[in-house]
């Protein structure tokens, strides 16, 4: 299934919805309809674990397409919001994870020439997120130099404390797409949460499709351009520690929660390691995808705009 959390019309509040062909289904009025409780929020859902999705689907089976009046709208006419629009924590990032990115890296960035021995582990507040379409705001005042990462996020559907790497992925709700915007001159000391904690700092979305419909997250492609140029392409396979690995790893020292996010790093083609050195600026429009999940974009304005 793919998940959304969306606005329709007037409606002020934001809402959980479930992508079919061409139509937003609201997943809580769907439940209505059949007096079947099911949340309008994706936290919720996610916390209602197997059995909330399993009712869901369903649901939608019964239907098959005709829907009960008020529980659809077209999906050309709904506003997609990040898929969580507030975390409950910290995104988890993960630095240096492909390998061709630790070289550019290191020549660019003084970063370690040496593949990581273990994951590399920074956060990003739940105040960084937007959802598609809305602005990264690039500050003069603050940074020259920020910067563009396309990733695959994995978002954790069931608590997981010291799991074995065997059994990791049976802890992953689904997947989405992450920009890990980063503001290059401004890491501190080797610390990088300022420098990719910003406000605006992580685009999220369009969706999360869930785990049974992205059996292997290992073998998908992701690509990122900026102004309609290409300058990422890669595929997770070249990832240096997988999706199974990271949350063995994180979840030996921190216990992942429902509702987590790990961003689980980037291939080569950020504008710090190209030569000339590139960077965002106002006007430019940045646009990210991954294969199977969907297309994020967003354009970068002055952050006093608006």
């Known amino acids: 299934m793919k998940l959304v959390t969306y606005r329709a019309g007037v409606e002020a509040a934001a809402r959980l919805g479930v992508i079919a062909d061409d139509l937003v289904v609201d997943v809580g009025r769907l439940g209505a309809a059949f007096d079947e409780a099911l949340p309008d929020t994706m936290l919720g859902l996610i916390d209602l674990g197997r059995p909330g999705l399993q009712a869901l689907s369903s649901l939608l089976e019964e239907c098959d397409g005709a829907f009960p009046p008020g529980t659809a709208v077209a999906l050309a006419n709904v506003r997609l919001l990040a898929p969580i629009p507030r975390p409950r924590k910290n995104i988890f990032g993960i630095g240096l994870n492909y390998l061709d990115h630790v070289a550019e890296s290191s020549a660019a960035l003084d970063t370690a020439p040496d593949l990581p021995k273990q994951p590399v582990v920074f956060s990003k507040p739940p105040t960084s997120v937007i959802g598609p379409g809305e602005p990264i705001r690039h500050n003069k005042a ?17 608590t997981a404390t010291r799991v074995a790497r065997q059994d990791a992925l049976a802890h992953v709700f689904g997947y989405s797409v992450m920009i890990d915007v980063s503001a290059r001159d401004n890491r501190r000391a080797g610390q990088w949460i300022f420098s990719k904690g910003m406000d605006s700092y992580a685009p999220f979305g369009p969706c999360i499709v869930t785990a049974d419909d992205i059996p292997d997250p290992q073998a998908l492609d992701l690509w990122l351009t900026v102004n309609g140029v290409e ?6 396979a070249k990832m240096l520690f997988k999706v199974d690995e990271l949350i063995a790893d994180i979840s030996s ?5 429902p509702g ?3 961003a689980t790093g980037t291939p080569e083609g950020v504008g710090a390691g190209r030569k000339p050195q590139e960077w965002m600026w106002p006007g430019d429009t940045v646009v990210a995808c991954v294969e199977g999940i969907g297309t994020i974009r967003h354009p970068v304005i002055d952050a006093t705009e608006g």
């Not at 300058?231 to 997770?236: G, I, L, P, V, Y």
Request: proline share 0%.
């Open 253 to 257: 020292g921190i216990t992942l929660e």
């Open 142 to 158: 603050i940074t020259q130099q920020l910067d563009w990462e396309v990733e695959l996020a994995v978002i954790i559907g069931t």
């Open 260 to 262: 987590d996010i790990i």
């Open 231 to 236: 300058k990422q392409r890669s595929n997770t």
